[in-house]
């Protein structure tokens, strides 16, 4: 019997690796959607054969092609927890958030569109997975700008509606469940400016939330039944002091916000676009006007509602104005479509949990995607569906410890 040589061993290994890597390319690349946000029909995706096979080579106008997207050189950067990806409109602002983490212990690269305005989803999300492979220790990605300047997905949802997506971006294929491999946020701007007086709202929100330990979950019934019998006494039993209430009028609603201790919103119900019954407002880039004094300790809003993520050009939807308005939120967290806690609200449980014992949002906010991966009654496909419409409005590196 012929012997095999070390060298012929080497190669024979290195060609099965690059097989398995190309397998698994191709099937996350035939598996993915990718449509441009700003012409739905205008699809990414290869052709499909009758067979489900991909026909021939998709197609990225000039004005789409990764030479458009500032890449970072191959080299390891062990040190980097955060890519910024920001379009060179939003340069400043993301050397201003690289700098205020880095103040905070964080080191965070940025990696800057060139022509955001035409860049395509499958253009930027390659551009995004170039630079994590360098980037063995990164947790988080931030996009600046909102899907005007920054394309998300437009996706058609399991159960029914469609709507922007950025968790494409948020896997890089070593996953070891359905849940993505980073925490993923959005702080969808229009301005520097605008910028400047979110990150100053992130700073009243780091110096005090430590301190404030309430949790308040509000909405509607049958809903609001899971907090009363399961998320309270979890919420409790981690160390938060916490309430469950069914306000009527805006007025009970906001005597209930204006607590100086409540630190995190959960909103349990139906939603809109505009509203979390009774909190509803107007499409305008006006500001929050219900009599919420909370300029000085601004929250965390969860929403189960439908459409409270779901990304409207031109539009502030009720995620943005909560982020952007002086008072509210410094982070949202919900869906684009269909639902923002996922079957049986498995989502809040474990985004509890992740409040309780993780150091940033985003990490919480992984937990709870986890929650929701790991429920024994929840259908692959539908998990998958949730973790495409789940979304983090706002900095994931938010300290909340």
Not at 98 to 127: C, F, M, P, W
Not at 180 to 207: C, H, M, N, Q, W
Not at 362 to 391: C, I, T, W
């Amino acid at each position: 019997m012929a012997r095999i040589s070390q060298t012929n061993i080497r190669t024979l290994a290195i060609s099965i690796i690059l097989l398995l890597c190309a397998c698994g390319a191709k099937k996350f690349m035939e598996s993915a959607e990718f449509q441009d946000p700003l012409d739905p029909t205008n699809s990414m995706n290869p052709p499909k054969d009758s067979d489900g096979t991909s026909g021939a080579a998709p197609v990225v106008d000039s004005g789409t092609q990764l030479a458009d997207v500032q890449v970072m050189p191959e080299v390891s950067q062990p040190s980097i927890d955060d890519l910024i990806v920001a379009p060179e409109l939003f340069l400043a602002s993301a050397n201003a958030l690289r700098q205020y983490r880095k103040d905070r212990g964080h080191d965070a690269q940025i990696l800057t569109v060139q022509t955001a305005e035409a860049a395509s989803v499958l253009a930027l999300g390659n551009a995004i997975r170039t630079a994590t492979q360098v980037l063995p220790h990164l947790i988080y990605i931030t996009l600046i700008g909102d899907v005007s300047v920054l394309p998300a997905e437009r996706r058609v949802f399991v159960g029914g509606g469609e709507g922007f997506t950025d968790t494409c971006y948020a896997y890089n294929g070593s996953e070891t469940s359905l849940a993505p491999a980073y925490a993923l946020g959005r702080i969808p701007v229009k301005s520097d400016d605008e910028f400047t007086a979110y990150l100053d709202k992130v700073r009243r929100f780091e110096e005090t939330f430590i301190s404030r330990k309430g949790m308040l979950f509000f909405g509607h019934q049958p809903e609001l039944g899971y907090a009363e019998t399961r998320d309270l006494n979890l919420a409790n039993q981690s160390g938060f002091q916490s309430t469950v209430s069914s306000p009527s009028n805006i007025d009970e609603l906001t005597s209930l916000l204006n607590n100086p201790a409540i630190g995190t919103v959960l909103y349990y119900g139906h939603g809109s676009l505009y509203g979390n019954e009774p909190l509803s407002i107007l499409p305008t880039d006006s500001a929050l006007q219900i009599g919420w004094n909370n300029v000085n300790a601004p929250v965390i809003y969860a929403s189960g509602g439908c459409d409270f993520h779901n990304s409207q050009i031109g539009q502030r939807i009720l995620s943005d104005q909560l982020i952007f308005s002086e008072n509210g939120a410094a982070a949202t967290v919900g869906a684009v479509k269909n639902g923002g806690y996922g079957f049986d609200y498995a989502f809040v449980p474990g985004f509890i949990s992740g409040l309780a014992a993780e150091p940033t949002l985003g990490r919480a906010f992984l937990s709870g995607l986890h929650s929701v991966a790991a429920h024994p009654e929840a259908k692959p496909e539908s998990v998958m569906d949730f973790m495409y419409r789940e979304a983090l409005h706002g900095d994931p590196l938010l300290q909340i410890r």
